[in-house]
């Protein structure tokens, strides 16, 4: 029986090492992909609305807190002013927006990421998808919270130009709020927002 000679044998081995090589690297990518990427989107019950950009869900028997992607609201705790220069609770007002806004629920939530302190991004909808109403884009419309990117930049100028909410009088920014306002910290305990 001849033999192949040794260059023939040499390239056929690094044919089948590449191959493996291949495989191995899409396997450890898909695997990757399915262990970091979150869920596209899920439709779920509402269970409370914890501020103005923040609620719980119930998800898989288990409660979820989500915080909308896009947007920050004013803290719950947070007093702003009207035009008269008089104050009022608009972080109360900001939670209470929000609970009319998502309703009852369910919501059609499209995850996006979990955050620092595990909580999960997300923009989400009220029901019918897609036509029901983009709760962060309502938030910001009626002036409960300001755009933190491209995404609510309309709203926030609509807001602003009507004076609606926060853009009423002067406000402290959300971030610059909490940053002046901040709790002794937990080990991995979320900010108000």
Known sequence: MARNPPSLTRLRRRRRV????????????????????????????????????SLTVQRDGASLTIRLTGIDAVEYRQDCARSDASRWPCGRDARTMLEKIAGRGPLH???????????????????????????GAEMVRQGGAVATDDSYMVEEAEAQTKRRGIWQGDFIQPADWRAAHERPATALAPPDG
């Open 18 to 53: 590449r191959s493996l090589a291949a495989l191995l690297l899409l396997i450890g990518l898909a695997l990757a992909a399915w262990v970091w990427l979150p869920t596209p989107a899920v439709t779920v019950p509402l269970v409370h609305v914890i501020d103005g950009d």
């Open 109 to 135: 939530c499209e995850v996006a990421a979990k955050d620092r302190y595990d909580r999960t991004l997300a923009a989400c909808r009220t029901l019918p998808f897609p036509d029901g109403l983009d709760l």
